[in-house]
């Protein structure tokens, strides 16, 4: 596996696979990889011939109080897991190779509406920040495909709509979330739980199942989101929101059952976001 860290050489690898006829998948990452991100590369390689991952940090999707700062960063591990994982390039920018002109002087994105709600209300400016790196990834890498994990389900939906909106001649694949043998969604923010947070962190996957079930069997969605809010205030955790929404994440009316559970909670300095998609029955 080639690890790239300029445009110019990226390009230079991209060129040649392009001319010997060759698909490219593509799947970006802040890095610190775990399993889930190492499906996301497997996941690519079945629809394309090569598959290109980036590891980038991104000081745009982060707020001026968040952990831009104590992020992990683990470049030689996850060289070494990309390369056993089969992933035949790496894109490993400094920031002055995404961001020529700053952070400050550079094209903004706003993406209307859908980054508003949810994480966004509670994270402002963070999907646009996304949508802005990741357009800036989707024209340096020009990837025929690129595969985003469900376990960012808001995010998933901002890049679809942008990716549209745009016209990016990129697939969007979406990929199921990977989780610990106890339900935790793995994360490199995991790492962050001190102690009993660890155990306790299980309550969110916990309360994304209560969510489901009750929505299920016909409850008003009101009455769930309250009281899967005060089982997790009563487990310790901050909660920023726990809803169930439409798959589009607009608002069910009342009656409707919803298709996806969303909760977003902090225990102590660590943000923890999970989902649970679901087919009424
Ligand atoms: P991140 O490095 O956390 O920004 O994530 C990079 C990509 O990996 C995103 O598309 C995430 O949705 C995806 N991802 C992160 N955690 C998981 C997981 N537990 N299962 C599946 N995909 C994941």
Not at 103 to 124: E, N
């Amino acid at each position: 596996m080639q690890t790239h860290h300029t445009l110019a050489s990226l390009r230079a690898q991209l060129r040649q696979w392009r001319r010997d006829g060759a698909s490219i998948g593509f799947v970006p990452t802040m890095g610190n990889l775990h399993a889930g991100h190492y499906a996301l590369v497997e996941l690519a390689r079945r629809h394309a011939d090569k598959v290109v991952a980036s590891i980038f940090v991104n000081p745009t999707q982060f707020g001026p109080n968040e952990d831009y700062a104590r992020y992990p960063r683990t470049p030689e591990s996850d060289i070494n897991g990309l390369a056993e994982n089969r992933c035949d390039a790496l894109f490993l920018p400094p920031v002055e190779q995404m961001y020529p002109y700053g952070t400050i002087g550079c094209v903004q994105m706003h993406v209307p509406g859908i980054t508003d709600i949810l994480c966004g209300a509670h994270r402002p400016g963070h999907f646009n920040g996304v949508a802005q790196v990741v357009a800036r990834l989707f024209n340096m890498v020009q990837p025929d495909l690129a595969v985003f994990g469900r376990k960012d389900y808001q995010q998933l939906q901002v890049i679809r709509y942008m990716a549209r909106e745009m016209s990016f001649p990129v697939e969007i694949i979406p990929a199921p979330t990977l989780r610990e043998a106890d339900g935790l969604a793995m994360s490199s923010r995991n790492q962050y739980l001190q102690g009993d947070e660890r155990q306790t962190a299980t309550r969110i996957h916990q309360t994304l199942v209560f969510m489901r079930d009750a929505a299920r069997q016909g409850l008003p969605l009101p009455g769930i989101e309250d009281q899967a809010r005060e089982r997790l205030e009563a487990a310790g955790f901050s909660v920023d929101y726990a809803e169930i929404r439409r798959a589009d994440l607009s608002r069910p009316r009342s009656g409707e059952a919803g298709q996806v559970a969303l909760i977003a909670a902090r225990l102590g300095r660590t943000r923890l976001i999970d989902n649970l998609e679901f087919e009424n029955v």
